[in-house]
């Protein structure tokens, strides 16, 4: 999902540079689970746009809620299937996610769909440019997710790392280990990360589409 900023600039990128803070408690009541499930099953074999599959999303839960990561980034929301995945496991924890997107039309269908999941607390969507606004933001986030143009994932990569915790995770999707040495597009990401000595990277099991899974082991 290329990401081309569609407002003025300058002083409105600033403004949308600032993260929210995360939210204090989590929601963890049986109704509002069938409410964030009930939606997911509506939507079921629905999800276009390059959207990740359910696999995935869950792949995403898991890791967020088994950490207790809170403070998210997304780059490429797409229609919002892997937000929603991803803001329901903050809900567990008391965070908050950040998610880009350029297109306007996948932004307000995925505003829409969080609203009618129920997760629109949990979740600040811009429509950016993640060229632009990944660099500007300030961080620090212990959560990222990437499913945005390929050949820009090592520079998104670069640009968020020094604001990524120690044992936060990187994660990026559409890759794999059979791409290591193509030196193009998502490629050229999986070389840099891989021999990178601070950061631990596996690739998740049950992902048809290949997804990447770094872990900050240290800030050198």
Not at 198 to 204: D, I, R, S
Request: aromatic share 10%.
């Amino acid at each position: 999902m290329r990401s081309t900023f569609l407002g003025a600039a300058g002083l409105l990128l600033a403004l949308a540079a600032a993260p929210a803070a995360p939210l204090s408690g989590g929601q963890t009541g049986p109704d509002f689970d069938r409410k964030v499930q009930a939606f997911l099953d509506r939507h079921a074999g629905k999800w276009h746009d390059m959207n990740i599959s359910e696999a995935d999303g869950r792949i995403l839960y898991d890791i967020i809620v088994k950490a207790k990561y809170t403070r998210a980034l997304e780059i490429g929301t797409s229609t919002g299937h892997s937000g929603i995945w991803i803001a329901w496991a903050l809900s567990k924890t008391g965070g908050k996610l950040i998610t880009i997107d350029v297109d306007e039309g996948r932004h307000l269908q995925a505003v829409a769909n969080f609203r009618e999941a129920g997760l629109e607390a949990f979740i600040d969507a811009r429509l950016a440019d993640a060229h632009d606004l990944v660099p500007a933001l300030p961080g620090p986030f212990d959560f990222v997710f990437c499913d945005a143009d390929k050949d820009w994932y090592k520079n998104y990569f670069i640009a968020v790392l020094p604001k990524l915790t120690v044992g936060g995770a990187f994660t990026a999707h559409n890759v794999s280990p059979r791409q290591r040495g193509g030196g193009w597009g998502s490629a050229s990401f999986v070389d840099y990360v891989l021999a990178l000595p601070a950061m631990e990277t596996t690739f998740a099991e049950g992902s048809r589409a290949g997804m990447s899974v770094s872990y900050k082991r240290a800030d050198k």
